[in-house]
T-cell receptor, first 117, second 113 residues
């Protein structure tokens, strides 16, 4: 149980285009999802917290107009990188807060590698 | 603000031996959770072990155990009988009132046959 998927697993796009990454909780409802960014050989950096039916809360320094987050249902959150540039190339990971009984545990998706040319 | 510090960028251990990864944290909260996550080359984050701060007993999961020293704000991970499959990045993480996970910088563990 508690499986989180991400799609796509990798994407290559041209500079200036937008890319959408999906995060799904497959076997549980997730009222809260989190989006992280990880550069090579570095730790995970929280970008934003996504709550179903409300606006995402962004961490300091993260451009909300650049990284659009939508959490329209209890099983799906999306991250859209708008007008992507090479510096946006990174590994993006989502996680979903576990169901009741697994308090404060986050279940992670397998990540999406974004390369902007 | 809460912080998590992992002072060992890299560690190595021989197969079947025991290794301990260090983690310290800073917080003013009294109720929180601590985690160790493993990130193998596939980059999938895998929960290794979790510890509730209100529990004095150290958590154990098979070959993995922690030494939780609340007063010292220390949370080390001991891996016994190390296996080649244990080779990975290990991240210590803190979660408190905000539900956010705050990660340390990670420790790369190498396991030699």
């Amino acid at each position: 149980g508690a499986v989180v998927s991400q799609h796509p697993s990798w994407v290559i796009c041209k500079s200036g285009t937008s890319v959408k990454i999906e995060c799904r909780s497959l076997d549980f409802q997730a009222t809260t999802m989190f989006w992280y960014r990880q550069f090579p050989k570095q730790s995970l950096m929280l970008m934003a917290t996504s709550n179903e039916g409300s606006k995402a809360t962004y961490e300091q320094g993260v451009e909300k107009d650049k990284f659009l987050i939508n959490h329209a249902s209890l099983t799906l959150s999306t991250l859209t990188v708008t007008s992507a540039h090479p510096e946006d190339s990174s590994f993006y990971i989502c996680s979903a807060r576990g169901p009741p009984g697994i308090y404060n545990e986050q279940f992670f998706g397998p990540g999406t590698r974004l390369t902007v040319l | 603000a809460q912080t998590v510090t992992q002072s060992q960028p890299e560690m190595s251990v021989q197969e079947a031996e025991t290794v301990t990864l260090s983690c310290t944290y800073d917080t003013s909260e009294s109720d929180y959770y601590l985690f160790w996550y493993k990130q193998p080359p596939s980059r999938q984050m895998i929960l290794v072990i979790r510890q509730e701060a209100y529990k004095q007993q150290n958590a154990t999961e098979n070959r993995f155990s922690v030494n939780f020293q609340k007063a010292a704000k220390s949370f080390s991970l001991k891996i016994s009988d190390s296996q080649l499959g244990d080779a990975a990045m290990y991240f210590c993480a803190y979660s408190g009132n905000t539900d956010k996970l705050i990660f340390g910088t990670g420790t790369r563990l190498q396991v030699f046959p």
